[in-house]
């Protein structure tokens, strides 16, 4: 059994709670290996490119955030870190360069501001996504907001589900926009309908086994089970339970959910969860979902009269403490001070009503954390890299943003909008496998020296209709890579790779009936209006 597995045996994650004001007290040396680890059910990361020097994960569930909460963490980034955040890909945030002795003090303003890192890291169901426009559109099935809010309090924080063979992400949506790569999670709730007797049932589908590091992308693969609204919560702790009790523990690189399903098959899995509940599952239905995408950045109507919501892009997720404060004031100012965060690493402004939008537009700090970004910088993002991750083995964030100039200043901005994603290692991080381009780093030896390298990927996608992305070159000098991307990107597209099947009558794939696209305004810019109605993406 391996060394992770002997120290849950010993004591469990969450036990490590009353021994964090000690280690405060003795500095981050005294603290044993096994605890670094189990420091890690409380979003507690040591990383060893900054020695003696820890990353806080902070859950946001669904990504639904408030002014004073985004206020704190900013606060707390510039007093206790390096005034450094990072969003990440789960629509939550990560502080820098803390030091042990200042983490019950950090836990305590958090607490304060309705924040937690509780079961952020290592064998637990990590931070719960959905759309985070839920509850704004009305190109949805159904708001999620609560089902979120649900799972999270019967999921975390018990002792239940705190020693699962392997980390497990799940999402739950009503979009039906694929904002949300789904097919890569461990358990996705997509939205979907079946008939019956008084009409249509409005539900998702199960989608289980996804995952990208350990081997590549596994695409979530269908259990054939049908859940309402009020099924959600028991059916996932089930699906949960089968996995802690029947997952493999012996090899860390073979113990995720889809290795079970892999040797058991969906059918089998599915009648254990079947018998773990209690009752007959229904079959899957009609799979709601569109192929089209939408990231819901730009500024769109909502479906509440005269407001709207503004998508602003953070390039790569990194943004200074002193910026986030000033996004905080700019929600209060022209909204409610409700944000939204992304998993294409942007933040939502909702909220923002028919008068105000022009002046919220031409915010001097829109300039840079743009609604209407270029189609390059529109779909780039990026896992951490190896300035904060030890796994990294390139550092990828300044990387990609230096990369996407050159780029743009070599072929220009008039294309069709593509999705860009780094992955420093093969954890995969930065969902390079499901993006039109992705880019996966490496070392590479060249005329002797070793420097830093990629692998280019194209045509991954998720949605009704997934695929992965195809390798086509391998050990690109990243000072060579926007050369060869350059050469590549006017000829590439999605459509190209991947041709979209037709509308069949397939469980997965068909939406239950056709929509209106959801589509943008501009405020005051008529231009920004054009170029992000020309965003909707296949």
Not at 267 to 282: A, I, K
Not at 336 to 348: C, K, M, P, S
Not at 520 to 526: C, D, L, N, R
Request: charged share 25%; net charge neutral; with cysteine.
């Amino acid at each position: 059994m391996n060394k992770i597995e002997v120290l849950k045996g010993e004591k469990d994650g969450l036990d490590i709670k009353e021994d964090i004001a000690r280690y405060a007290e003795l500095g981050w040396e005294a603290i044993p290996d096994e605890d670094i680890q189990r420091l890690k059910w409380y979003g507690l990361f040591l990383r060893n490119p900054t020695p003696g020097f820890f990353m806080i994960r902070v859950r946001i569930p669904g990504g639904r955030t408030t002014s004073v909460q985004i206020r704190t963490l900013a606060h707390l980034a510039n007093t206790y870190g390096n005034g450094v955040l990072d969003l990440t890909t789960r629509q939550q945030f990560q502080l820098r360069h803390l030091k042990i002795e200042h983490v019950p003090e950090v836990f305590r303003h958090m607490e304060e501001a309705g924040l937690f890192s509780l079961q952020t890291g290592m064998d637990n169901v990590r931070n719960i996504m959905t759309c985070p426009v839920a509850g704004l559109t009305a190109q949805e099935q159904q708001d999620t907001t609560d089902l979120v809010k649900r799972l999270t309090e019967a999921l975390v924080g018990h002792r239940a589900y705190s020693n699962l063979p392997r980390k497990f992400n799940l999402a739950i949506t009503g979009c039906l926009d694929n904002c949300l790569h789904l097919e890569t999670q461990d358990l996705a709730l997509v939205p979907a309908t079946v008939e019956g007797q008084d009409g249509a049932i409005i539900g998702f589908n199960l989608l289980a086994g996804g995952k990208l590091g350990s081997g590549g992308y596994r695409i979530a693969t269908p259990l054939d089970v049908f859940v309402t609204p009020q099924e959600v919560v028991a059916v996932t702790g089930a699906i949960l339970r089968v996995f802690r009790n029947h997952g493999f523990r012996e090899s860390r690189t073979t113990a995720r959910l889809a290795f079970l399903l892999d040797d058991w098959g969906e059918e089998r899995f599915r009648l254990e969860v079947q018998r773990e509940v209690g009752w007959e599952l229904s079959r899957a239905g009609t799979d709601s979902r569109k192929h089209s995408v939408n990231d819901h950045m730009g500024v769109y109507r909502q479906k509440q009269p005269g407001l709207n919501y503004v998508g602003l892009k953070i390039p790569v997720g990194r943004i200074q403490a002193d910026d986030l404060q000033g996004i905080a004031g700019l929600a209060e100012t022209y909204g409610t001070g409700e944000l939204r965060l992304a998993a294409n690493q942007a933040v939502v402004i909702p909220h923002v009503s028919d008068r105000v939008l022009g002046d919220l537009t031409e915010e001097p700090l829109l300039q840079r954390f743009v609604y209407n970004p270029t189609p390059i910088q529109k779909g780039l993002v990026s896992c951490v890299g190896s300035d904060y991750c030890n796994l990294a083995v390139i550092e990828s964030k300044s990387r990609a943003v230096e990369t996407a100039k050159r780029i743009e200043a070599m072929i220009g901005t008039e294309m069709k909008p593509i999705t860009m994603h780094w992955s420093g290692c093969p954890a995969g991080c930065g969902n390079h496998l499901v993006a039109d381009v992705g880019l996966l780093g490496k070392k590479i030896k060249v005329k002797g020296h070793i420097v830093e390298a990629v692998d280019i990927f194209v045509g991954g996608r998720s949605g009704p209709d997934p695929k992965p992305a195809i390798k086509l070159l391998e050990d690109v000098p990243c000072d060579s890579l926007a050369e060869v991307l350059s050469g590549i990107l006017p000829y590439h597209s999605r459509e190209k790779m991947h041709r979209t099947k037709a509308k069949s009558i397939s469980k997965r794939s068909v939406p239950r009936r056709a929509t209106e696209p959801e589509k943008p305004i501009s405020g005051k810019s008529e231009t920004a209006a054009a170029f992000l109605t020309s965003t909707s993406m296949n």
